[in-house]
């Protein structure tokens, strides 16, 4: 099993920074792509970047430019970072945190998810 625990998320204007945080723990042996998700009420949850093992990234066309997702692999756990900057009102959504595990069966993992409210 693996736990994900998010922090990071909060109140901020528009223009502005966050952090958000994913640290995973357990077995993370076999961890592979990280990612970070997002869900705004009455919408469908989109990706919004993941980054691989190696550190391959992959961002939405909305966030491309303005959020950065890196990760840091230690002994006993793995943390991703998701840093939005220039944060606009439709960023506002529970952003979620993402994590799969194993090669031949590949498993999910999902955080609690975060609350990200960007006002105008």
């Known amino acids: 099993q693996m736990q994900l625990v998010e922090s990071g998320g909060g109140l901020v204007q528009a223009g502005g920074s966050l952090r958000l945080s994913c640290a995973a723990s357990?077995?993370?042996?076999?961890?592979?792509?990280m990612g970070w998700y997002r869900q705004a009420p009455g919408k469908q949850r989109e990706l919004v970047a993941a980054?691989?093992?190696?550190?391959?990234?992959?961002?939405a066309d909305s966030v491309k430019g303005r959020f950065t997702i890196s990760r840091d692999n230690a002994k006993n756990t793995v943390t991703v970072y998701l840093q939005m900057n220039s944060l606009k009102p439709e960023d506002t959504a529970v952003y979620y945190c993402k994590a799969s595990s194993g090669i031949v069966i590949v498993q999910n993992y999902w955080g609690q998810g975060t609350q990200v409210t960007v006002s105008s």
């Open positions: 357990g077995n993370i042996f076999s961890i592979g792509v």
């Open positions: 980054i691989t093992s190696g550190g391959s990234t992959n961002y």
